[in-house]
């Protein structure tokens, strides 16, 4: 199983990110499988945002339940009212450790 994630590489504060994860060699139903969406921020350790489950139902972190959505399209994260804090490298990975190389995103006028 291959994870990559896409998007853009440069968001304005209060704007919304949109980031994929698509998976190849294997199918985000697979039964028992969690795709989760972690992030980086300079400096600091993983922090986990979010998963959605091979059901569909989904599971956010307290501190960013409010702003986040996961979908299972293509493991389709959306996060509004981006703050600069928000800057990261962004990772999709699975419960089964497949990870995706990571994406960079900053958030910035």
């Known amino acids: 199983v291959q994870l990559q994630e896409s998007g853009p590489g440069l968001v304005k504060p209060s704007q919304t990110l949109s980031l994929t994860c698509t998976v190849s060699?294997?199918?985000?139903?697979?039964?028992?499988?969690?795709w989760s969406w972690v992030r980086q921020p300079p400096g600091k350790g993983l922090e986990w945002i979010g998963y959605?489950?091979?059901s569909g139902s989904t599971v956010y972190s307290p501190s960013l339940r409010s702003r986040t959505s996961i979908s299972r399209d293509t493991i389709y994260l959306q996060m509004n009212s981006l703050k600069p804090e928000d800057t990261a490298v962004y990772y999709c990975?699975?419960?089964?450790?497949?990870w995706g190389q990571g994406i960079q995103v900053t958030v910035s006028s």
């Open positions: 959605i489950a091979y």
């Open positions: 060699g294997g199918s985000i139903t697979t039964n028992y499988y969690y």
């Open positions: 990975n699975s419960n089964y450790n497949y």
